[in-house]
């Protein structure tokens, strides 16, 4: 029969996934107790289409089994939510209390969640709180808490690779570095996850957590201060390879911005930002929340 986890690796998109959890953490019920298996695929019916294990449920669309179909049909109603959402998979030596507790404020409040020991833990966070979130777990923790939390967004319906291969790429990677302290792994695209060294080769993978927490409150202060359409400008005018002409379309670019941008471009010498860095800060906006 099809452990948690087993209920979890089906899921196809990042909707699927959000279902699944909050049916396990809404109590034993629909993936537990003995259930017959369906009939063989060969049969005139064949088993439900989305596990390949259970019967199909009469009452259900005609090709789901009951559970199956009952995911299905909360992930309807959950796609918009799921496009929001930070996937954080998390190999540490003890479950933070912010988790197992899920306390915090509602805003930050952790939505569904999967502990299958007492060292590994699966989280979905809604994109805007990631950084209140971290906040909130160093704080609580400290020092104390290491290992290592890998981050990436959910996928969605059609993408090459389903959510439980995503999940399972990141668990295959969870155990790659000594317990000596919190790391975290970001990966802005689910894909990346099947080449982590692309992103590691450029510096933009790994970071100490305090370090990452850090560039996430930078992103908020950047996010702040620049209009959508300034950013665009500044990415623009950071990215030019002529140096004259990167002066030239800097210096106009100032003049347009507000004192307080000026202020916090030149505090942080961004001009000066190598590429990746500056590519990371905008990877990073996409999940700080607009605080006016
Ligand atoms: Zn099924």
């Not at 789901?64 to 995911?71: D, F, L």
Request: glycine residues 8%; positive net charge; charged residues 20%.
């Amino acid at each position: 029969m099809l452990s948690n986890f087993d209920w979890l690796r089906l899921c196809r998109n990042g909707s699927e996934l959000i279902a699944t959890l909050n049916i396990m953490n809404s109590g034993p019920g629909l993936f537990q107790g003995p259930q017959e298996i369906g009939p063989p695929l060969c049969g005139v019916d064949g088993p439900c289409t989305r596990c390949w294990i259970y019967p199909r449920a009469p009452e259900s669309s005609g090709q789901h089994c009951v559970a199956c179909e009952e995911i299905v049909s909360r992930a309807r109603r959950l796609g918009r939510l799921s496009r929001q959402c930070m996937v954080v998979w998390s190999f540490v030596n003890f479950i933070p209390d912010p988790v197992r507790l899920n306390s915090g404020t509602e805003s930050n409040q952790i939505r569904c969640s999967f502990l299958p020991d007492d060292n590994h833990f699966l989280v979905i966070i809604r994109g805007y709180s990631l950084r209140d979130w971290l906040r909130e777990l160093l704080l609580y923790h400290g020092s104390e808490l290491k290992g290592l939390m890998i981050l990436f967004p959910t996928t969605g319906t059609g993408f090459s690779y389903s959510m439980g291969d995503i999940l399972c790429r990141a668990i295959h990677n969870d155990s790659r570095f000594p317990m000596d302290r919190l790391r975290i792994r970001f990966f802005p695209r689910p894909l990346e996850l099947n080449a982590p060294h692309m992103r590691e080769d450029r510096g933009i993978l790994t970071f100490d957590s305090t370090e990452f927490l850090g560039l996430l409150e930078m992103a908020t202060i950047f996010r702040a201060q620049l209009l959508p359409h300034e950013q665009d400008m500044v990415k623009k005018a950071v990215g030019l390879k002529d140096h004259q002409e990167k002066g030239f379309y800097w210096g106009r670019l100032m003049g347009m911005l507000s004192l307080e941008a000026r202020d916090m471009l030149a505090a942080w010498k961004f001009k000066q930002w190598p590429e990746n860095r500056v590519r990371l800060l905008y990877e990073l906006v996409a999940h700080v929340p607009f605080t006016p």
